[in-house]
T-cell receptor, first 112, second 117 residues
Framework: AQSVTQLDSQVPVFEEAPVELRCNYSSSVSVYLFWYVQYPNQGLQLLLKYLSGSTLVESINGFEAEFNKSQTSFHLRKPSVHISDTAEYFCAVKMGGFKTIFGAGTRLFVKA | DTGVSQNPRHKITKRGQNVTFRCDPISEHNRLYWYRQTLGQGPEFLTYFQNEAQLEKSRLLSDRFSAERPKGSFSTLEIQRTEQGDSAMYLC???????????????FGPGTRLTVL
């Protein structure tokens, strides 16, 4: 069965430090990969996505993620985080059709 | 703002009561999805519509749950005889037709938080 595993439920980090949020998936078919961010009391927003082509994808606010097919991973990274990056981040996998499967989420907490 | 809207934002009800939530998708979006999110978990798929047709229902959607999308515009999710286990955030999302490719981003509403006492 397809599944998405986010290896860390919470990640505390100091401002301006680098961060990596880990995501692994299991699937026997080709996948499309997404990271969503959820700020307090708001809906999910798409942060970035991998569909095909270059395995490294970037967002407009400095996040990047790399699709690693052999390790079935799609880790999210940022070289220097800001207080405003504090939020919950969800990795998601779409395996064709309509259905998207989400991970349990990683709460990023950026400390001053 | 022409994003996805959901009403009400919060609903507190007693066990056994019926509740109905509404979702207004982005106007040109054909597809509409309902998800349930419990504390510490990611969204779990419940059902989706292509225009007015309900094309898929998750096994999570028991007989007490029903969703409609009359005229292919707004959608309602009704829960009958609510149970404490129904307490969760109910999220709605919409997207363009899948024929336009897999990168049809889902846009999420703010959710309706249900608390069953």
């Amino acid at each position: 069965a397809q599944s998405v595993t986010q290896l860390d439920s919470q990640v505390p980090v100091f401002e301006e430090a680098p961060v990596e949020l880990r995501c692994n998936y299991s699937s026997s078919v080709s996948v499309y990969l997404f990271w969503y961010v959820q700020y307090p009391n708001q809906g999910l927003q798409l942060l970035l996505k991998y569909l095909s082509g270059s395995t490294l994808v970037e967002s407009i606010n400095g996040f990047e993620a790399e699709f690693n097919k052999s390790q079935t991973s799609f880790h999210l990274r940022k070289p220097s985080v800001h207080i405003s990056d504090t939020a919950e981040y969800f990795c998601a996998v779409k395996m064709g059709g309509f259905k998207t499967i989400f991970g349990a989420g990683t709460r990023l907490f950026v400390k001053a | 703002d022409t994003g996805v809207s959901q009403n009400p934002r919060h609903k507190i009800t007693k066990r056994g009561q019926n509740v109905t939530f509404r979702c207004d998708p982005i106007s040109e979006h054909n597809r509409l999805y309902w998800y349930r999110q419990t504390l510490g978990q990611g969204p779990e798929f419940l059902t989706y519509f292509q225009n007015e047709a309900q094309l898929e229902k998750s096994r999570l959607l028991s007989d007490r749950f029903s969703a409609e999308r009359p005229k292919g515009s707004f959608s309602t999710l009704e829960i009958q005889r609510t149970e404490q286990g129904d307490s969760a955030m109910y999220l709605c999302a919409s997207s363009l037709d899948a024929d336009r490719g897999p990168d049809n981003e889902q846009f999420f509403g703010p959710g309706t938080r249900l608390t069953v006492l």
